[in-house]
């Protein structure tokens, strides 16, 4: 099974690698362990600490930095047909490669932390890539001709899905995306 790209009947025929790996499971988990780090360094620069003495060290940190991308697909597989909770079976993965840090990863958190971030980080990769795409084009159709044109609508079908094909909606996306970025 590929971990780099998301695979779908529609990704492989639509969308571009680049889109691809942003919706892998290995983005996907690799920005669950970059979660879990900042958490844990949040943590440690608060302060953390059980009778008086620091909870997470930095020796934790950087054994967790060293697995961010390794993923043991197969260990989270056969945890999660036990404990059937995705976040919870990845935890008990990189635990294992991480055996001084097990005990911090994920700590304090709930799996909304690293599920809904997650996410956003997702989307908005999408987005910085559609709006890069979308800059090309719009070059394009200014080069070519004052109305859309057939890079348009070869973008639209042949390498990320849009749902629009007009200069209209190209620029007030460009105007949104530059005023929130």
């Not at 991480?98 to 997702?122: E, F, Q, R, W």
């Not at 070869?154 to 620029?171: A, S």
């Amino acid at each position: 099974m590929s971990t780099d790209r998301y695979t779908s009947p529609l990704s492989e025929r639509y969308a571009s690698k680049e889109m691809q790996y942003i919706f892998s499971q290995d983005m996907k988990f690799s920005t669950w362990r970059k979660l879990w780090i900042a958490l844990a360094e949040t943590e440690m620069e608060l302060g953390l600490s059980e009778n008086g003495k620091p909870v997470i060290t930095q020796d934790m940190i950087d054994e967790m930095k060293e697995h961010v991308n390794d993923i043991n697909y197969d260990v989270a597989v056969a945890r999660e047909k036990l404990v059937r909770h995705d976040v919870m079976s990845h935890v008990y993965a990189y635990g294992q490669q991480c055996p001084k840090a097990a005990g911090i990863i994920h700590l304090g958190a709930t799996s909304c932390y690293v599920g809904d971030n997650t996410d956003i980080i997702v989307m908005t990769e999408a987005l910085k890539l559609v709006r890069k795409k979308l800059v090309n084009v719009k070059t394009g159709c200014f080069l070519n001709s004052s109305s859309c044109c057939s890079g348009c609508i070869y973008f639209m079908f042949g390498k990320d899905i849009l749902v629009c094909n007009t200069e209209v909606f190209n620029q007030n996306f460009l105007t949104v995306m530059r005023n929130n970025s």
